[in-house]
């Protein structure tokens, strides 16, 4: 401990402090200054006995002079040591005192040694000690007192509704209250009716003869509030008002039935117009034809053409045909020309199926040769398909080479078929 205390210095000492800083605080029957500390004048506590004279001291209180290098406060002896002291303990423990709650009227006696027994929060038998309630309500009650405080004040403890019926805690009692279905109210108009279920209530207001209601012409302007009684007398005092009120409902109801006539009538000439656009745009649907005519001048300066937009149907998918000059024969003015359909966007796409499929039929017709075909595609949103690819110059000589070498006549136009299935 002397080690403890040098490598520590004062915070063992403060410990030592905090676990002695109880005293007894309890009264006992017989005198005690036979075992009272000589340093502190209390009875012993933990008592150690000193080498020196024999002497008997608490625990806390010789070791501080033992830490201090004080001499022995009963002999002045300056070298000493300290031990526990087992049988002036057993003297302590043996002594006989009273209840700590005799002040709340506990008649207990007994030895030092049962003292925390008898005051235990759990199993003890002192009848006044303070408990926890069992309930978890957070209250400290005395043991003598539990049974009371469970029955009338424990907010934790089960209860019933006295006007419902329905289990709950006492702490829930006040709050259930406020929406119990049976809790028993007056009518607030002070009719005389008595207390009614809270259930009842909403009826008993549809029949009630002092409720304020709202006037039989409110719709049309009457903003007069009367009790239920006193709606006939309202009626007849105000029929000239109320005549009145009726009269500029209907007029300004009339107004609102022409407006709302002339939006529709603006709406119905509005899709009218949009119609006539749709029919104007839509106009143009397979089979179509379309003619190239001077296509050399076009192509001499690399520039795509693209024909007419036109839809698959009414009110369907907006394509257009679109021819590309791919390469140049040098010398010769000879190029393959290659035709593909592009997907636009059209003001039906968002009510049409994407993607689909579907065929092609693409004829190609110049003055001496024809050249037709059918595909298939599949139709997405701003695709580019393609249809076929063939040299600007074509023969029925026997080879390309021949129709690439011979003197051939230029061709003057193209015509191009499409049709979809």
């Not at 006037?215 to 105000?238: P, Y």
């Not at 300066?301 to 007419?308: R, T, V």
């Not at 907006?318 to 590309?324: F, I, N």
Request: charge should be positive; glycine fraction near 4%; include cysteine.
């Amino acid at each position: 401990l002397m080690h403890n205390l040098a490598r520590n210095g004062g915070t063992s000492l403060k410990r030592l402090a905090a676990s002695w800083s109880e005293t007894y605080r309890c009264h006992f029957v017989a005198n005690v200054a036979d075992v009272t500390c000589p340093i502190c004048h209390d009875v012993v506590k933990d008592a150690h006995v000193t080498s020196c004279c024999e002497g008997h001291f608490c625990d806390y209180c010789i070791h501080r002079i033992l830490y201090s290098k004080d001499n022995c406060p009963l002999c002045r002896e300056k070298q000493f040591e300290a031990v526990p002291s087992k049988k002036y303990s057993s003297k302590v423990q043996s002594l006989e005192i009273y209840c700590k709650m005799k002040c709340r009227g506990c008649p207990w006696t007994g030895p030092l040694r049962d003292a925390t027994a008898h005051l235990d929060a759990k199993g003890g038998s002192c009848r006044y000690v303070d408990v926890e309630c069992p309930n978890k309500c957070g209250a400290q009650i005395i043991r003598d007192s539990l049974p009371l405080h469970l029955q009338v004040a424990c907010s934790k403890s089960e209860s019933s509704c006295p006007y419902c019926h329905e289990k709950l805690t006492k702490g829930d009692l006040t709050r259930h209250w406020a929406t119990c279905p049976s809790y028993p109210l007056p009518c607030p108009n002070l009719c005389g009716a008595g207390t009614l279920k809270r259930s009842e209530m909403e009826r008993h207001l549809q029949e009630c003869p002092l409720h304020p209601v709202k006037c039989e012409f409110f719709h049309a302007g009457c903003t007069t509030k009367i009790k239920r009684r006193d709606v006939s007398e309202h009626a007849e005092e105000s029929t000239r008002a109320h005549l009145g009120l009726l009269s500029a409902s209907v007029a300004k109801r009339f107004d609102q039935q022409e407006e709302r006539l002339r939006l529709k009538d603006e709406e119905i000439e509005g899709l009218r117009s949009e119609l006539r656009e749709l029919q104007v745009s839509a106009i143009t649907v397979p089979p179509v034809k379309f003619v190239i005519s001077d296509r050399v001048q076009h192509f001499r300066d690399n520039l795509d053409w693209f024909s007419p937009d036109f839809h698959t149907h009414y009110g369907g998918y907006l394509l257009c045909l679109h021819v590309k000059k791919e390469a140049t024969v040098s010398g010769r003015g000879i190029y393959r020309l290659t035709l593909s359909l592009k997907v636009k966007e059209g003001k039906s796409d968002s009510i049409l199926p994407w993607p689909r499929r579907s065929a092609v039929s693409i004829q190609v017709v110049t003055y001496d040769f024809t050249i037709p075909k059918t595909i298939a595609v599949l139709l997405s949103p701003k695709a580019t398909l393609p249809l076929l690819s063939f040299p600007s110059e074509y023969s029925d000589k026997e080879t390309r080479n021949d129709c690439i070498a011979g003197k051939n006549h230029e061709v003057k136009f193209f015509v191009f078929k499409v049709e979809l299935a």
